[in-house]
């Protein structure tokens, strides 16, 4: 039991509702939870692929909405203590251009009807997914729960975190029976990362041979996975109002790059590319995805977020592992498990390349 915890049938959530239950970290999150002997209701926004992901599990029930309309899947709220509340409007950090409407009207208000419609079904829970956007720090510094991030640091997709995050602090205010902590993961990778979110289209882009080369940029690497158990840790010894680090471990694109190779099987660039060239090529692929409606790997936010946040990605879990019992398997094992997932699933061969499935490294998790 985590440090200074006690925990109670009254904290062990049993029948749970969960938001983006498609996403990287949803899908992920309902599985473990199914696997812990939880019932599970799945906000999905497409029954059918829902269906494709969940069709061989019990104990999961679909329920088909969007958080842009809370109130017309309320009702699928009643009978559940807890919601894991994973969903959020992210795509454009690659796709270009602004979307602050969508990340306004999906990340801020849709959590606060989300947080008033479960009060009213008679939820008492809350687990929010925040993220690490809302913290900052000084390079090379230690950051930790503390370190907010000033709005006006902030960009769209950023300020819309701290926004989400205030709205479940103004609701704990105001209603002294609803409990709420907030966890805040980091870049995130694993299995089932069907979107692709970012982290699945660097993988998707480097065994396809599409990086130019070395991008700048360090990163917090987490585990979808590990960040489900650290959600559900929350639900059960979280305190009420406070926030939990699930960053994972820092690595820099000169480092992530290569060891993606290695585990894949292919070649990697060894150069970075000159930044007057990144822009121009960041340029050039928010055009790409304005007109094919597909992601990218550099959209122009992304690259003004990576040089201006690089080196800022030390993150102090000691909140986490004395409270919550926080641990990261290797970041080896993560990049293996998600390149054997798009592997397995046809998504290199489907584009014309077949990751070498020999010489892949030996890895031992450290958690």
Known sequence: MPTGQKDSAQHAPRNVFVTGATGLLGNNLVRELLARGYTVKALVRSRAKGEQQFKDLANVQLVVGDMAEVEAFAASLQGCDTVFHTAAYFRDSYKGGSHWKALEQINVTG??????????????????????????????????????RAETDADDYYRSKILSDREVLSFLETHPQMHACMVLPGWMWGPADMGPTSSGQLVNDVVNGKLPGLIPGSFSVVDARDVAVALIAAARHGRRGERYLAAGRHMTMRHLVPALGRIAGVKTPVRQVPTPV???????????????????????ATLRLLIREEHRTHFNHHKSEQELGLSFRAPELTIMDTVTWYRDHGWFESHGTRASRKNRPSVTADN
Request: proline fraction near 3%; include cysteine; aromatic fraction near 6%.
């Open 278 to 300: 990144l822009y121009a090529l960041a340029a050039v692929q928010e055009i790409y995805a304005r007109l094919t409606g597909k992601p990218v790997l550099l959209s122009m």
């Open 111 to 148: 959590t606060r009807e989300l947080l008033q419609q479960a009060y009213h079904a008679g939820v008492r829970r809350f687990i929010h997914t925040s993220s690490i956007a809302v913290l900052n720090g000084a390079p090379g510094t230690s950051i930790d729960e503390t370190c907010l």
